[in-house]
């Protein structure tokens, strides 16, 4: 609810309770926005569950509500729709309290919140000697802008990388390389990863073919584990090595993230295991320590297990993200820990999630909760591939979308006879190529599959990164051009909301705290999204209607203001989306 239905509410509340008795005082009132402007703002459906309780007609509860209600500082009088609605509508002078309230306000009315907590965020999370893949990309760009606007709120956002930085995979490359290019394994630097990943391609085709490498592998795992040094060294530098090409990702998509690897669990797995036993779920299945999911079954119909640790001795993808979750319930604090991954791994969430909690592992004040996403696809639909089939490399794909913005934009200078410096030109190609592929990526329900198109993204229209950079754009051009200064309008710019255009931005614009409520709690992105296109369309129809410099006081400076209020609000909607903006384009 907004600080409008929460008042709203309370004035329907005391009107309830003077109708009918004080036990009516904490009734809801179902107030809801209204379905079409042309009734009003808001609407309260309260009177028909009402009537069938109290035993009186809909329009004469409503009616009775009506004579009660004192709400003549908010709304005009209140009218009684169809069957018994009551139909309030905002008055101007409300509203453009509320709006001059939001301009002389550096948050834009957002409060910070009164139950900060500690939050984690565990997104990104490549695998070293792998290529980062669009799914990471995807959970980078979601799980930043998920920590944004959680840090916004003022809670304490830990924003963790759970690097694949242990496991089997590194027996086989370290004995690989041991034979073919034992320098990459004492040297710093010796391989790039592009020949990390050839590398791991090949050992995997060795150790699936040779037993014998098979058995050196498996033994060179047990040294990693052990400590042995000569192989810890090794993998150091291998993970020194990946780390070093996603740091250039996270640089060009400025991304801050902590890296915690999957080795820094290591020593809190066996805990793991003498907890579950203690607590009885633990089962010895065919030589591995499992434990049964409940209401999972496998295709023959039996209970499917969880593999906790392996006939072999070996611990699982699961094991460690259960010494993970405790770790940071226990150590971390945390009180809501999410998991930022593709929609593939809901399975693997849900029976973790099961098991600590069957093992009592998750307090009841703990939230857990898996963010899953969908795929990238090809504008063919099928698999993101380049054209010779192959895996894209995200260096490439963010190289591409700033050449593909920087084209774009010399031939937009050219048709408009405009001559700009080197340095604008590549700020601008990278600000816009990089933010369309974070908006195009954010601005899609998550839950569902999206098509990668560079020509879509790029685009000056639709609900795409360009519109929105253009629309702030324009905001400063208004500026520029009347030689104003935003920051100095001060608080006697007083907003007066004259014209259809104006009332229709100011509503939205105070819709601005509802909605990154909403992306609080529900985690979808794309709603702010959608507020931003939605604004900056609303922007631009104002723009059209109302002259703004050209308009005598006071409606000069209240439209200027009104433009602020705007630009402020794009600015701090896309800076939670992990989106710059620029001054001119
Ligand atoms: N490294 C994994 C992958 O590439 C993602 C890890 C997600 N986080 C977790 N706690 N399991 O698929």
Request: hydrophobic content about 40%; charged content about 25%; overall charge neutral.
């Given at each position: 609810m907004n600080p409008t239905q929460v008042l709203l509410q309370d004035k329907f509340q005391q009107a309830l309770a003077a109708a009918f008795g004080n036990e009516y005082g904490t009734v809801d009132p179902i107030l809801v926005a209204a379905s079409n402007p042309k009734f009003g703002d808001y609407q309260s459906n309260v009177s028909l569950p009402l009537a069938k309780k109290i035993g009186q007609q809909p329009r004469a509860i409503a009616a009775a509500i009506v004579e009660k209600l004192d709400v003549s500082d908010i709304c005009e009088s209140p009218e009684i729709a169809g069957p018994g609605f009551i139909n309030l509508r905002l008055k101007t002078t409300y509203l453009e309290g509320q709006i001059n309230a939001m301009q002389g306000d550096t948050r834009l009315g957002i409060p910070l919140t009164d139950t900060a907590q500690r939050e984690i965020v565990d997104f990104s999370s490549p695998n070293i000697a792998k290529e980062m893949h669009v799914g990471h990309l995807r959970s980078t760009i979601i799980g930043d802008c998920i920590a944004r606007i959680l840090e916004f709120r003022g809670h304490d956002v830990l924003r963790l990388n759970h690097v694949?930085?242990?496991?089997?995979?590194?027996?086989?490359?370290?004995?690989?390389?041991?034979?073919?290019?034992?320098?990459?394994?004492?040297?710093?630097?010796?391989?790039?990863?592009?020949?990390?990943?050839?590398?791991?391609?090949?050992?995997?085709?060795?150790?699936?073919?040779?037993?014998?490498?098979?058995?050196?592998?498996?033994?060179?795992?047990?040294?990693?584990?052990?400590?042995?040094?000569?192989?810890?060294?090794?993998?150091?530098?291998?993970?020194?090595?990946?780390?070093?090409e996603f740091q250039v990702i996270y640089d060009l998509l400025d991304i801050k993230v902590t890296e915690r690897g999957e080795s820094f669990y290591n020593p809190f797995l066996p805990a793991v295991i003498a907890d579950l036993e203690v607590s009885g779920l633990l089962e010895e299945n065919q030589g591995a320590k499992v434990v049964f999911l409940e209401g999972f079954t496998n295709r023959e119909g039996e209970p499917l297990p969880v593999i906790i640790?392996?006939?072999?001795?070996?611990?699982?993808?699961?094991?460690?993200?259960?010494?993970?979750?405790?770790?940071r319930i226990q150590s971390d604090k945390?009180?809501?820990?999410?998991?930022?991954?593709?929609?593939?791994?809901?399975?693997?969430?849900?029976?973790?999630?099961?098991?600590?909690?069957?093992?009592?592992?998750?307090?009841?004040d703990v939230e857990i909760v898996h963010v899953p996403f969908g795929l990238v696809l090809g504008e063919d639909g099928k698999k993101f591939k380049t054209r010779s089939g192959d895996t894209v490399r995200l260096r490439d794909l963010l190289d591409e979308a700033v050449s593909r913005a920087r084209a774009d934009l010399e031939t937009r200078l050219q048709e408009e006879g405009r001559e700009e410096n080197l340095e604008f030109v590549t700020n601008v190609a990278e600000v816009v190529g990089i933010s369309a592929v974070k908006y195009a990526d954010l601005s899609q329900n998550r839950t569902s599959d999206y098509k990668f198109s560079f020509d879509k993204m790029l685009s000056l229209k639709g609900n795409t990164a360009p519109y929105m950079l253009y629309a702030y754009v324009r905001t400063q051009g208004i500026a520029r051009s009347g030689n104003i200064d935003f920051t100095q309008l001060g608080a006697d710019a007083k907003i007066i909301l004259q014209e259809e255009a104006e009332y229709t931005l100011a509503k939205h614009l105070l819709q601005l705290g509802e909605v990154i409520g909403a992306v609080e709690v529900e985690l979808l992105p794309h709603r702010l999204c959608d507020y931003l296109y939605q604004l900056s369309d609303k922007f631009n129809k104002f723009y059209e209607n109302c002259p703004v410099l050209k308009s005598s006081e006071p409606m000069r400076t209240s439209r200027l203001a009104l433009c602020d209020v705007t630009a402020r609000t794009l600015k701090l909607g896309l800076s939670l989306l992990g989106i710059g903006v620029l001054e001119r384009m």
């Open positions: 694949g930085d242990w496991g089997t995979q590194f027996g086989m490359l370290i004995t690989y390389l041991r034979e073919v290019y034992p320098e990459a394994l004492t040297t710093a630097n010796a391989l790039d990863i592009g020949d990390l990943v050839s590398f791991y391609k090949k050992a995997k085709q060795r150790f699936d073919g040779d037993t014998a490498f098979q058995e050196t592998a498996r033994q060179e795992v047990v040294r990693l584990q052990a400590g042995a040094e000569d192989t810890i060294h090794a993998w150091k530098l291998l993970c020194e090595q990946s780390r070093h640790q392996k006939s072999d001795g070996g611990y699982n993808y699961a094991t460690t993200d259960f010494a993970a979750l405790r770790y945390a009180k809501r820990i999410i998991y930022v991954t593709d929609s593939g791994q809901a399975n693997h969430f849900a029976g973790v999630f099961q098991v600590a909690r069957r093992a009592g592992w998750i307090p009841e």
